[in-house]
């Protein structure tokens, strides 16, 4: 049990330090926040399968603490300007996003 408690410890703090969502208090309602851990869990996966050295541990590496390569972008509380510039890159993600499926999907037709 003590085992399991440490390795949860580790995975929360890791995610904490290059998530700053987690340290910061969100503005979403707790049905959302509920779902903001596990959805950064599967991210955090993710980069790790397909670039592993975006996410080094800075305890691991304490070279990249110095660069501020640990959550830098998520530093500080985003203004208006910020969210409505990441809401339209969001939105052409999306859309990139869904002509690449829409292809893929008619080439496998």
């Known amino acids: 049990h003590a085992s399991a408690h440490n390795v949860i410890e580790r995975i929360i703090g890791v995610l904490k330090r290059h998530f700053r969502i987690l340290t910061v208090p969100p503005e979403y309602s707790m049905r959302v926040q509920a779902h903001i851990p596990p959805a950064l869990a599967c991210i955090h996966n993710i980069i790790r399968t397909w670039d592993p050295v975006d996410l080094e541990d800075p305890e691991e590496n304490p070279e990249s603490q110095d660069m ?9 509380v985003p203004t208006n300007a ?28």
């Open 82 to 109: 910020d969210r409505d510039w990441m809401s339209a890159k969001r939105d052409r993600i999306t859309e990139c996003m869904w002509a690449s499926y829409i292809a893929e999907r008619a080439w496998r037709v």
């Open 68 to 76: 501020g390569m640990s959550g830098s972008v998520a530093d500080g």
